[in-house]
């Protein structure tokens, strides 16, 4: 057993309204350089829809993620040779097109337009080339528009459900989906790297790319199955969400996270064993890879756990943490959160609260409440996205939700509806009810600061020194 520490992220996607705090928040830290207009490190999808990039869940396509067969992993980009051989040609991956070409507007023209019969009119320009252009796609081109033929029928994951899925104009359903890098257990990214400048980090998990050593080769954007990684092409660098690792290092949450409207967002620490990462990203029945992460992940009450972190260099406030953190109760205590596409088998760290949605039509005079199987979201299309289909899995977790919610009403009403059902208790429940309705700042975020005695004797000697560079500062 070798206990690793993860900073880990959690969304109850039921408390999300589609307003992109996060995404502007992120942008506005993160990416507001030139080089970076069209990346996104955070952003939020209507689902069912195309993505951003476009179709980037079809893996047949961009060959990202991990294949397994017969207990060994290989990436799905191919062997060293085979990427070897695409190293300054590398088909595998979005244009700008799948993404968007950002624009700005000719605003010389209204500053310094004379006097004329019309309005004279800024007309938008690409950023890359100055030029006048039409504007055809952004990267919330589909926004709100789940239930439009011409949207929903794009849909990767509708599109693998076949006929499965047929609904009236009255049964259509949308939910939203907010992205971000998953800081995986397994990333394809580090592994398909020429140069090995993405690194995990061993204090916390966080994933990262060394701007020193970067070749921008790009096969990490094509490894990656969630499309995370961005060129720049200003620095002919790689960059991705880095997971606000200043923030973190202070005891702080993701900017993300922290400016959240809905307050949908939980992180915290997550004791996992390193020995096992490996075997459970290579399990045959990608069905069965979401068990296999949730034996990955250990409990920090087990004592065992506790000397085995204790012997790995973890200090008493990462695991008192981890005992405390949200991000365990919802994965591994009250399994009511799931990884986004597992069968990618990356083991992605940020985890998702499914959404219930309005009941059926049909049902719709029968009862208040409706069972799992009865709602506008099929469960088809949510294993699809956080079951590798596995419907079971999914239906297990909805109904818990549902109970949670049967049993709040009943505590308001004073009735419980007799045919609801729960393997879990009642204290519980409204535990888990008050960490997702109620919880304060400090419950939905544990993250212990990270600046030890060594750490923060160079943050003393900040201003007394600095970085030169010939006659340059």
């Keep these: 057993m070798k206990i690793k520490a993860q900073i880990a992220m959690v969304m109850n996607l039921d408390k999300c309204i589609g307003c992109h705090t996060c995404s502007i928040t992120c942008k506005s830290s993160w990416t507001n350089r030139r080089g970076t207009e069209y990346m996104y490190f955070n952003n939020v999808e209507t689902k069912p829809g195309i993505g951003y990039p476009k179709h980037w869940e079809d893996q047949d396509r961009y060959k990202g993620g991990w294949t397994a067969k017969d207990g060994h992993l290989a990436l799905r980009s191919g062997s060293r040779v085979e990427r070897l051989l695409k190293i300054f040609y590398n088909p ?24 004329k019969n019309h309005q004279p009119i800024a007309r938008p320009r690409s950023v890359f080339t100055k030029k006048r252009m039409e504007i055809k796609w952004g990267p919330n081109w589909d926004d709100d528009l789940a239930g439009g033929s011409e949207i929903a029928v794009k849909d990767y994951n509708l599109n693998r459900l076949g006929e499965k899925i047929a609904f009236d104009y009255h049964d259509v359903f949308m939910k939203y989906l907010p992205r971000t ?31 020193d050593i970067c070749r921008g080769w790009r096969h990490c954007i094509s490894a990656c199955p969630y499309k995370k990684i961005y060129y720049n092409w200003e620095t002919n660098k790689a960059e991705k969400c880095t997971f606000c690792f200043p ?3 202070n005891g702080l949450p993701m900017i993300c996270a922290d400016t959240c409207v809905g307050r949908l967002r939980y992180a915290g620490v997550l004791l996992y064993d390193l020995d096992r990462v490996e075997a459970a990203a290579a399990t045959e029945n990608k069905e069965d890879i979401y068990q296999s992460t949730l034996d990955v992940i250990q409990n920090p009450f087990d004592p065992a756990v506790i000397e085995a972190a204790r012997r790995a260099g973890l200090s008493d406030k990462w695991i008192v943490a981890a005992q405390k ?9 009250w399994q009511v959160a799931l990884p986004l596409h597992a069968e990618f088998r990356t083991l ?15 049902f719709a005079a029968q009862k208040a409440l409706p069972a799992p199987d009865q709602m506008r979201i099929p469960l088809a299309y949510l294993a699809e996205l956080f079951a590798a289909g596995n419907t079971e899995v999914v ?9 949670m919610r049967h049993h709040m009403r009943g505590k308001v009403v004073g009735q419980m509806p007799p045919d609801v059902k729960s393997d879990m208790e009642a204290s519980e429940i ?22 030890e005695k060594k750490r923060a004797a160079l943050f003393e000697e900040q201003g007394s020194c600095g970085f030169e560079r010939g006659d340059r500062f």
Aim: proline share 9%.
């Design 92 to 115: 595998d991956q979005p244009t700008v097109d799948d993404y968007y070409e950002p624009w700005t507007y000719d605003y010389e023209t209204l500053i310094h337009s004379g006097r």
């Design 325 to 333: 953190s949200p991000v365990y109760k919802f994965i591994k205590k």
């Design 247 to 249: 923030r973190i290092e």
């Design 395 to 403: 239906y297990k977790v909805i109904e818990r939700l549902l109970a």
């Design 430 to 451: 409204e535990k888990m009810y008050r960490l997702m309705a109620l919880a304060k700042y400090r419950e939905r975020f544990v993250i212990p600061a990270g600046i």
């Design 181 to 211: 890098c998953n800081h995986c257990l397994n990333p394809a990214c580090v592994a398909a790297c020429p140069s090995g400048a993405i690194y995990k980090r061993d204090e916390d998990g966080i994933v990262l790319v060394s701007q």
């Design 348 to 362: 992605p760290m940020v985890w998702y609260v499914p959404p219930m949605s309005p009941i059926l039509n049909n």
